[in-house]
């Protein structure tokens, strides 16, 4: 492995590991009382360690308006969690309806190294 520190930059020649998946909205739980959580497997992916994971969200309607999503939690090679919270007055329940109802499904993609 050969890095390379330049400007606070880590440049590496180890080989990268990298798979990416979508997380349905059927996997949003309640959490809270104004927010929804949602653990991702990434199991299949068979990362060597764990991975720096990138999400987004897409839908119908509304995901605008949730703020939180981004943050990773607990990230390990086989899984991580998100958190949503609204931009806006509506309840756990609310956000989960709209969750369901407009399709709030997770895209994620990570990227690791070999050790």
């Given amino acids: ?49 764990t991975p720096s994971y990138f999400v987004s969200i897409s839908g119908t309607s509304s995901h605008w308006l949730l703020a939180g999503y981004t943050a990773i939690y607990f990230p390990t090679n086989i899984s991580f969690t998100i958190y949503a919270r609204p931009l806006i007055v509506w309840s756990n329940t609310d956000m989960l309806n709209n969750a369901q109802t407009c399709l709030w499904n997770i895209n994620w993609f990570g990227i690791s190294y070999s050790t």
């Fill in 1 to 49: 492995q050969t890095q390379a520190n330049s400007n606070n930059t880590n440049v590496t020649t180890a080989e990268a590991y990298y798979c990416a998946g979508i997380s349905s909205y059927t996997n949003w739980q309640l959490y809270s009382t104004s927010g929804i959580t949602m653990n991702i497997d990434t199991s299949n992916c068979s990362f060597p360690s």
